[in-house]
């Protein structure tokens, strides 16, 4: 029975056991990441950009295959993972990848980046607003901050099973760590969190990462759109909801196109069949629309891009209009 309160400590354990996305660096990169990122800057030559908790690197990779003239470098505290992480890089003879062994909220690490990408690792940090103050330590005047969430709406299922999980465990006599998802007959979803685009085949391993850390994680938060955007507060100037993921489907915003809905974007007709709903949705200030998006798709995950005034300029003009409609930080803080 354990009753001290999750530290760092054990959620290195647990990536250090089932390291993520992938424990086999057979594998071939998840590509996710890295398709969408010419929607939020159209250039990133001669960038350096790191990725903060890039686990087994199987994004990372992604990102530096899509781009080769691109600088790139993968934090994380797990060994394990990172070990992972460099072999399957030089699988995949990518050059412009390094790594570094190093802990989110520790010591600067003597260097700044046009981006960071942090993408599921702020919510699992015992100190998440210390992790997010981090990542914007290491921006440049102009650099960009791309990170994910979980969604409390969405994920209200997923993280009551969870809690049932640890309350097992932690009244068990025995480590049944190995047995209890099986007994309770609990797998995570393949479309959990959009459409299955980021791995090719579902293995018996992917399943594995995929449900260690969803249920056996010992912290994992969830934010509502503006909760995760006050963590940018006081080291950005904005902050804008750039995707939303949910059970079977994921869209980007443009909030200059809520009528028409450009191809993957979220158009008002994808949240009202009734043309007198989308009417009053129209007629909405931007927070308020962003609460029923919320309110209406119930998200499982989200992207969120945050920068200063400088990096407005090398954002493609769906993210210059989110700013212009919908910065979360000039919205309350409540
Ligand atoms: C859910 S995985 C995400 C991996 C990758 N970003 C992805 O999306 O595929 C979270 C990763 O963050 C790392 N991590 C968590 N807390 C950390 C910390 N304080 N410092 C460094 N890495 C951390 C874990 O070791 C793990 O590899």
């Keep these: ?19 993520y996305p992938l424990p086999n660096s057979g594998t071939e990169p998840i590509y996710d990441v890295a398709m969408g990122l010419d929607l939020v800057l159209p250039s990133l030559d001669d960038c350096q950009v790191m ?23 993968g934090v994380d505290f797990s060994e394990h993972s990172l070990s992972v992480a460099r072999e399957l890089a030089k699988n995949h003879e990518c050059d412009n990848v390094s790594f570094r062994h190093a802990e989110i909220g520790g010591e600067h690490l003597g260097r700044d980046f046009d981006l960071i990408t942090s993408t599921g690792v702020i ?27 979980y969604h409390p709406y969405g994920e209200f299922d997923r993280l009551l099973s969870r809690r049932l999980v640890h309350t097992l465990m932690d009244h068990s006599v025995e480590d049944i760590s190995k047995t209890v998802l099986a007994d309770l ?8 969190y959009g459409t299955r685009t980021s791995f090719a085949e579902v293995s018996a391993e992917t399943q594995l990462a995929a449900d260690a850390d969803a249920y056996l994680h ?66 909405m200030p931007p927070e308020v629309q962003l609460d029923c998006v919320e309110l209406r798709l119930r998200p499982t995950g989200f992207t969120l891009l945050s920068g200063n005034e400088a990096g407005l300029d090398r954002c493609t003009a769906q993210t210059r209009a989110n700013v212009r409609n919908a910065n979360l930080l000039r919205m309350s803080a409540c």
Aim: aromatic content about 12%; glycine content about 12%.
């Design 1 to 19: 029975m354990s009753s001290h309160p999750p530290s760092s400590g054990d959620v290195r354990a647990l990536y250090e056991e089932f390291p």
């Design 51 to 73: 990725d903060a908790g890039c686990g087994t690197g199987h994004r990372l990779v992604g990102l530096a295959l899509q781009y080769p003239d691109t600088e790139f470098l």
């Design 123 to 149: 919510h699992h940090l015992a100190d998440p607003a210390g992790g997010a103050a981090w990542l914007q330590q290491h921006l440049k005047r102009d650099g960009i901050a791309y990170t994910w969430y």
């Design 185 to 192: 007959g609990l797998a995570l979803s393949v479309e959990q």
């Design 218 to 283: 010992p912290i994992v938060n969830a934010y509502r759109f503006q909760e995760a955007a006050d963590f940018f507060r006081d080291g950005t100037d904005w902050t804008v909801v750039h995707g939303i993921n949910w059970d079977g489907g994921s869209s980007l915003i443009d909030s200059d196109h809520w009528a028409e809905g450009e191809f993957g974007t979220l158009a008002s007709s994808d949240l009202f069949q009734s043309g007198r709903l989308r009417e009053v949705f129209a007629g």
